[in-house]
């Protein structure tokens, strides 16, 4: 099966990206640690929100900068992140969380959470922070003609 060469090729250390779906698939495999519910609202949920960046010293985010709020898109019915308290003072100790949702001043709150997710939590890394899970789709923001360029620095980080 080829989840099982995408574990083998985690363990090694190559670099894994999960966006939504992905990063449903993450959770399951027990490759990120934590769980994905249905959103709060209990409906599908597609818009832009922003998301800050909380840890930019990783592979997938180096050319943002810390705290940098991104407009960046979401579309998905469970995106509500969720894990127990253990593995949420890890996430928080060793700066496992990659971005959480906020306004466009870069406030963390509850008005800014679009699904109800876990202290706003939109992306998480592993421990060694070769693989990223996250539900916002930078994909979908590397073209201004259509939306934005706030997606463009996570890929132009894998590239460095």
Same mark, same amino acid.
């Not at 990063?23 to 929100?49: A, C, S």
């Not at 469970?78 to 127990?84: H, I, K, V």
């Given at each position: 099966?080829?989840?099982?060469? +995408?574990? $083998?090729?985690? $363990?090694? %250390?190559?670099?894994? #990206? %999960?966006?939504?779906?992905? !990063? @449903?698939?993450?959770?399951?495999? %027990? ?5 994905? #519910? ?5 409906? !599908?949920?597609?818009?832009? +929100? @922003? ?8 592979? !997938? ?7 940098? +709020? ?28 990659? !971005?959480?949702?906020?306004? @466009?001043?870069?406030? +963390? ?41 706030? %997606? ?6 894998? #590239?460095?």
């Amino acid at each position: 099966l080829i989840i099982d060469e +995408v574990i $083998k090729a985690a $363990k090694r %250390g190559c670099l894994i #990206l %999960g966006i939504c779906n992905g !990063f @449903q698939i993450l959770t399951e495999t %027990g490759l990120l640690k934590g769980t994905l #519910l249905r959103n709060r609202n209990l409906k !599908f949920i597609n818009k832009n +929100v @922003q998301i800050k960046v909380m840890n930019n010293e990783t592979k !997938f985010s180096n050319k943002y900068k810390k705290n940098e +709020v991104l407009k960046i898109n979401i579309a998905h019915n469970e995106g509500n992140y969720f894990t127990d308290n253990n593995h949420l003072k890890e996430l928080k100790d060793n700066n496992l969380i990659a !971005f959480k949702y906020c306004d @466009q001043k870069g406030n +963390v709150d509850d008005h800014s959470n679009p699904n109800g997710s876990l202290e706003n939590i939109a992306g998480v890394y592993n421990a060694k922070k070769n693989i990223l899970g996250m539900m916002p789709h930078p994909e979908r923001m590397i073209d201004k003609l259509i939306s934005n360029t706030d %997606g463009t620095n996570l890929f132009s980080s894998l #590239l460095n």
